[in-house]
Each structure stands twice: as structure tokens, then as C-alpha cells.
């Protein structure tokens, strides 16, 4: 999966892994999903996990939510459930 391909769904390879998490009181359905052992091109030798946050209900003028794309370099990744737990905290973090 090149940099230049992560806004056409058409070229993902199926995810590793996929959570799911049906009502959230504020955000409504959330999909978060993993691609492990990925690599770029000109460091092959640099493993990069790559996970995808998509925020299934559209916002209020219908368009949907922007992707958030996160990239996970190094030997030890996160569970998903973890990474939607600190995504859920993001902003106190960004701020």
C-alpha cells in the first residue's frame, strides 16, 4: 500500500485486524483497522503498522468524517482496543 493510495479503498490489502465498536454516546459506530508488517519502499528494513480510524456516521450536512490514519513504527504494536481507547483521549493530548 503506497502513501498516495490510502484515499482509494480499491488498493487496501484486507486488514490484519478490525474492531468494531457498534454506539458510541457522542461519535456513533466506530471501525478501527490494522495492517501489520508493512514497510516503505526505500526502508524496507523499518516495519510500520498502519491503522485506520473511520468514524461511520456522517457529520450533521451528511458529508463523512475525515479518516484518521496512524502509523505505527517498531517491533511492538498496540491491541486495537487500546488504540481506541487513547483515541477516544486524543485531544487532551493534541492541546
Do not use: C
Not at 16 to 26: A, F, Y
Not at 28 to 49: I, K
Amino acid at each position: 500500500m503506497s502513501v498516495n493510495q490510502l484515499n482509494d479503498p480499491s488498493t487496501w490489502l484486507i486488514a490484519d485486524n478490525v474492531i468494531e465498536i457498534d454506539e458510541h454516546s457522542q461519535l456513533g459506530q466506530v471501525r478501527v483497522s490494522q495492517w501489520l508488517d508493512l514497510h516503505f519502499y526505500r526502508a524496507a528494513e523499518h516495519r510500520v503498522n498502519l491503522i485506520l480510524v473511520q468514524r461511520m456516521k456522517p457529520m450533521s450536512n451528511g458529508q463523512p468524517f475525515p479518516p484518521l490514519w496512524l502509523a505505527w513504527v517498531g517491533e511492538r504494536t498496540l491491541p486495537l482496543e487500546t488504540v481506541w481507547f487513547k483515541y477516544l483521549r486524543r485531544f487532551g493530548v493534541d492541546h
